[in-house]
């Protein structure tokens, strides 16, 4: 869905020729990052215009499609590579603890909700256990301070770590909407630029979105029945980072400094 307050409306250049462009108070606003000669639509947004790309060059193409494909990947529990991705996650995670098996009671350290992990994973897919290791194995440290929850005065009744994780993916997947067919929202066409200056900008927003949801938690003096209303204003919180007119990787979202 579409923030609050935005309509798609066709930029000029699109415009017959006997049309009238926009009034001067809204002519087209234009990120930096437009500059790189690409067709444009123009959505509206609190009353003025902004220039959002919708033809894709060859290697965001290349790049959207290979996340799409992630993003469709279902957790096998059958398949081998999914097996060797959940081991790899255990061993990121306890690097000297020996791992029992695939189904065991030590999945619930980490934060799952049973013996076998692979239950856990049907909202989001398998691009959830490969955020979750790309977050371990990238980011370490604040990899363990989040899971261990070592910052902060903690609930009672904390979130479960990786459960919380496999959440964070789904709700990116949802905001950046790019399962679908058209750029309907802004904050699309910004990481899709971002995805071609980065092929891994999904995982590092990801990783960037989980300490903002530790952050919020920890401000709002959380519990666990809150969990649904911290990742509402996570969302909020990493949308209008992705919208700041100097954000053109996500290196440069306010909240990055939070992994360092």
Not at 113 to 121: L, Y
Not at 179 to 206: G, H, N, P
Request: net charge neutral.
């Amino acid at each position: 869905m579409a923030p609050v307050g935005w309509d798609s409306m066709s930029c000029d250049a699109c415009l017959p020729a006997n049309t009238q462009p926009p009034a001067d108070d809204q002519t087209c606003g234009s990120p930096r990052w437009i500059e790189k000669g690409l067709s444009c639509v123009c959505m509206k947004r609190k009353g003025t215009y902004e220039r959002i790309c919708i033809n894709l060059t060859p290697l965001q193409e290349q790049r959207l499609q290979r996340l799409k494909h992630r993003m469709n990947v279902y957790f096998d529990a059958s398949r081998r590579e999914h097996q060797e991705a959940l081991r790899a996650l255990w061993y990121a995670t306890y690097p000297n603890k020996e791992l029992s098996g695939l189904i065991s009671d030590q999945w619930k350290e980490m934060g799952w909700q049973g013996r076998d992990p692979s239950t856990d994973f049907r909202g989001a897919g398998f691009i959830s256990l490969e955020n979750l290791l790309f977050f371990a194995k990238t980011f370490c440290n604040s990899f363990q301070r989040l899971l261990n929850k070592q910052c902060g005065k903690r609930a009672t009744w904390e979130y479960p770590f990786a459960v919380a994780g496999v959440n964070i993916t789904f709700m990116i997947m949802q905001m950046l909407d790019l399962q679908s067919t058209k750029a309907r929202t802004f904050v699309r066409a910004v990481f899709i630029q971002m995805l071609s200056e980065d092929e891994w900008a999904f995982d590092l927003l990801y990783c960037v979105a989980f300490m903002v949801m530790d952050k919020q938690w920890l401000e709002r003096n959380a519990s666990y029945m809150e969990f649904n209303e911290v990742l509402k204003s996570t969302r909020a919180q990493l949308e209008r980072e992705l919208l700041m007119d100097d954000v053109m990787r996500i290196e440069d979202m306010p909240s990055y400094s939070l992994l360092l």
